[in-house]
């Protein structure tokens, strides 16, 4: 690595934002006497999901709130999940709801993301989130991209006028990081499985966000050097979206797979349910 490269480090500032958390959370339980809760849905029996579940319930524990899990079998239909999730958004103890993406192919996952409160969508996956973040007002951004956003800033790299190149369009990660650089002044191209002529869209790029689900699909040689990296994929073997090794040596900044974008998702889910909490409960 030479001396300018930064390694952005999500491991690190999320052990950060713990410590400020649990801070916080401390503050809620003194003043209320009520601990915050964090529900989170599973649906199936995916192992990927169980474990990332798992995950976000024990950070919810290490900042001193607690988790409720409803786990669903794999044959729950879109009316139920509705069902459950209705439940949540009136249960008063419930700061914020998780609904564990993706959802077995029976259910409608989007007419599912959309019955969650906006006031609880501390996850960033309803349409109404989404279009009030796209337009800079007050919402909770997608987990992931709002995680990357809290990271580039965190190493203050200069965002606007670069050109951000986001390969991806998930609605939970490629379409809002796009529209979190836009609102940052980048100037963003999207790419997808249609895109023409990808490795010279991304050889153009000052910002490149890998979110395309393929292990190190994005080749090192389409990467201009001083280009910043962010790669939000993980793969078995530890590694992500995007040919990193090759380049840690040539680019400006760049995450690590693992423990660069991953920490950085969950830390912001757990910020986003203490800051609901706040709102419901100091207000
Ligand atoms: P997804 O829903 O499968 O979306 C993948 C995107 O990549 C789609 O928009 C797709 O285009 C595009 N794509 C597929 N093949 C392509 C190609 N040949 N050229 C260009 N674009 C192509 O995946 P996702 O949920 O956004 O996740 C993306 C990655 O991020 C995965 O590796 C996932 O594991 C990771 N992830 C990490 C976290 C975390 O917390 N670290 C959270 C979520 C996801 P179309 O739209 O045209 O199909």
């Given amino acids: 690595m030479t001396a300018t490269t930064i390694l952005l480090d999500g491991k690190a500032l999320s052990k950060q934002m713990e410590a400020e958390l649990k801070t916080r959370v401390q503050r809620i339980i003194e003043k209320t006497g009520v601990v915050p809760v964090l529900a989170t849905i599973l649906v199936g029996d995916d192992p990927s999901s169980e474990v990332y579940v798992k995950m976000k319930g024990n950070a919810c524990e290490r900042v001193g709130m607690t988790s ?30 998780l609904l564990q993406h993706p959802v077995p192919h029976q259910i409608d996952e989007r007419a599912c993301f959309d019955k969650i409160d906006i006031d609880k969508d501390v996850d960033g996956v309803t349409c109404l989130g989404f279009g009030r973040m796209s337009m800079s007002e007050p919402a909770y951004g997608s987990a992931t991209p709002a995680g990357i956003m809290k990271l580039l800033k965190h190493y203050q790299l200069p965002l606007a006028g670069k050109h951000a190149v986001v390969v991806g369009r998930s609605p939970i990660l490629g379409k809002p990081v796009a529209m979190m650089l836009l609102n940052e002044n980048a100037t963003v191209t999207i790419c997808h499985s249609r895109t023409n002529n990808l490795p010279e869209l991304i050889r153009q790029a000052d910002i490149i966000v890998g979110a395309v689900g393929k292990p190190e699909f994005i080749k090192a040689e389409w990467i201009k050097d001083n ?55 100091l207000s």
């Fill in 68 to 97: 409720v899990k409803a786990h669903l079998p794999k044959e729950t239909t879109t009316a139920e999940l509705v069902d459950t999730i209705r439940q949540l958004n009136t249960d008063p103890r419930i700061c914020g709801i």
């Fill in 227 to 281: 280009a910043i990296v962010v790669d939000a994929g993980y793969h078995k073997g530890g590694i992500g979206d995007i040919e990193l090794t090759p380049l840690v040596n040539r680019v400006a900044a760049y995450t690590p797979v693992p423990g660069g974008v991953g920490p950085m998702t969950i830390a912001t889910l757990i910020a986003q349910t203490v800051e609901s909490a706040e709102k419901k409960m």
